[in-house]
Nanobody
Framework: QVQLVESGGGLVQPGGSLRLSCAASGRILSIGLMGWYRQAPGKPRELVATITSDGSTNYADSVKGRSTISRDNAKNTVYLQMNMLKPEDTAVYYC??????????????WGQGTQVTVSS
């Protein structure tokens, strides 16, 4: 059984920073694309950033220049460093990963979500 477990969310003031982590565990053969998505109340889930297994990144325009996605393949972990946070960044942040299991089958997995609240 594969799990994605996020951590690092919380309450931060505007202009502050947070670092989210997401660790994958279980019967994992390899991990392809990993990413972060977010969902604010009353809005659809949206892409924040993605990173391929070789480190190529992609960002939503709303976070470009303020956020950095990275990963540690040895730890099956993806990170999202967010700086200069704004109230509109408030949302539940979800980790996503495409994981190949020991049977060479690839599935798309989601974490349980971590709340990020930007408020003074």
């Amino acid at each position: 059984q594969v799990q994605l477990v996020e951590s690092g969310g919380g309450l931060v003031q505007p202009g502050g920073s947070l670092r989210l982590s997401c660790a994958a565990s279980g019967r994992i053969l390899s991990i392809g694309l990993m990413g972060w998505y977010r969902q604010a109340p009353g809005k659809p889930r949206e892409l924040v950033a993605t990173i391929t297994s070789d480190g190529s990144t992609n960002y939503a325009d709303s976070v470009k220049g303020r956020s950095t996605i990275s990963r540690d393949n040895a730890k099956n972990t993806v990170y999202l460093q967010m700086n200069m946070l704004k109230p509109e960044d408030t949302a539940v942040y979800y980790c996503n990963a495409q994981i190949r299991n020991e049977n060479y089958l690839t599935y798309n997995y989601w974490g349980q979500g971590t709340q990020v609240t930007v408020s003074s």
